[in-house]
């Protein structure tokens, strides 16, 4: 190679290394070799680069998966459709219901000592919330279940007491409204005494589906336990009158009475109607199993909204109203078993242990009031809620 050619060639390889020789430089914080660094960097620029002939997408990252999941349910939440505020309104006191009966018992426990509408040292008063046994039922979370720790959180959690809450006159876990405990069987066994010689009082306040005729009266039927043959067997409470029309016609026939009936009494006060709904109160003078419900359903054909049980006699089915009354809540017939029972413990009166006399009025549910709204029924004004809900004389 001459001396020409040596040069040329000497220049192009000073040109090529002129670009390592810049890298060099700015790589001198690293602790190996700047053509080592300079390959590195190389490398994973090229590994992080799509190759676009290959077709290879670029890796989902965390946030933008979050982003997608988060349009998916908003399109499926959409697509559903719109529910009417009855609806609405039946599936909040669905899930309300549940939430009581699958919460931890402190809880609970919590949510019941904020409903203590009355308590002295021998009795308590609650607002018992809708879709809650009393009693234990099917392993189903009660209010017994929790009265141990409502009763500490009443004397104080650092209080040592040797106190307890024991249910006296129990509701249906579909009712709602003022639910009587003692504090001692001693306390038990008195309010059963009163309640056995008719010195305890109590009103309820039911939404039916037609009007009772006359507007104000009693029902005096006795009611028995008859079992119902089909495809679905079960017990029912019903009717057994002592008197049927006669043959002709022209008057009532004295029968025999069934030795199982039992004696049940009913006063009944229309309070408001409208639209072929109506708001009654009623005051069991007797204590038979579902004597308001029976009483209601088969003696004045007033159905309560709600009372799935006793709208059929030979099966068990979704209660099914009239058209109009459907129209006024919202609700379609085939969403009909959804309808709460609306049977609300109203008002409780009774003598005090000592001297005295406690009456309580129980503030109406949520889901009660709104269909009091719907159907346009109104409260009569010696019941308006602006009177004090306990009176103690």
């Not at 931890?104 to 609650?126: C, G, M």
Request: one cysteine or more.
């Amino acid at each position: 190679m001459n001396h020409c050619a040596r040069n040329v060639f000497v220049g192009k390889w000073n040109f090529l290394l002129r670009p390592l020789e810049k890298t060099r430089t700015k790589c001198h914080q690293c602790s190996g070799s700047a053509l080592v660094c300079f390959s590195r960097s190389q490398t994973t620029a090229t590994e992080q680069a799509p190759d676009p002939g290959k077709g290879e997408k670029t890796p989902l990252r965390a946030i933008d998966l979050a982003r997608k999941l988060r349009q998916e349910k908003s399109s499926t939440r959409t697509a559903e459709p719109p529910l009417s505020d009855q609806q609405k309104r039946v599936m909040d006191l669905k899930r309300f219901s549940l939430q009581l009966q699958n919460v931890h018992p402190n809880v609970l426990a919590k949510h019941l000592s904020k409903s203590v509408l009355y308590q002295d040292q021998h009795l308590v008063i609650i607002n018992k919330p809708y879709g809650l046994p009393v009693k234990d039922s099917n392993g189903e979370t009660s209010i017994s279940s929790v009265l141990p720790v409502l009763s500490k959180m009443m004397d104080g959690i650092k209080v040592r007491s040797d106190s307890q809450l024991l249910p006296c006159l129990g509701l249906e876990k579909e009712m709602t409204g003022a639910l009587l405990l003692a504090r001692s069987e001693e306390a038990v066994e008195h309010v059963l005494e009163l309640n056995s010689s008719s010195q305890v009082q109590r009103k309820y306040w039911v939404v039916t589906a037609g009007i009772p005729v006359p507007s104000e009266g009693m029902i005096d039927i006795p009611i028995i336990e008859r079992a119902v043959t089909g495809s679905q067997p079960h017990y029912k409470m019903a009717l057994s009158p002592i008197y049927r029309m006669n043959d002709a016609g022209s008057g009532l026939t004295k029968v025999r009475a069934n030795r199982q009936s039992l004696p049940a009494v009913t006063k009944y006060k229309v309070l408001d109607s409208h639209g072929g709904c109506s708001l009654v109160e009623l005051e069991p003078l007797t204590g038979v199993k579902h004597q308001i419900r029976v009483h209601m359903a088969f003696a004045m054909s007033c159905l309560i909204l709600g009372d799935h049980k006793y709208s059929h006699w030979s099966k068990l089915a979704p209660q099914k109203l009239p058209e109009r009354v459907l129209g006024k809540l919202g609700l379609e017939q085939s969403k009909s078993r959804h309808l709460p029972l609306h049977l609300h413990a109203r008002q409780l009166t009774l003598p005090r242990i000592g001297h005295g006399t406690v009456s309580v009025r129980c503030p109406l549910p949520k889901f009660f009031t709104q269909t009091l709204s719907r159907l346009n029924l109104t409260f009569p004004k010696e019941n308006d809620d602006n009177q004090p809900p306990c009176n103690v004389v």
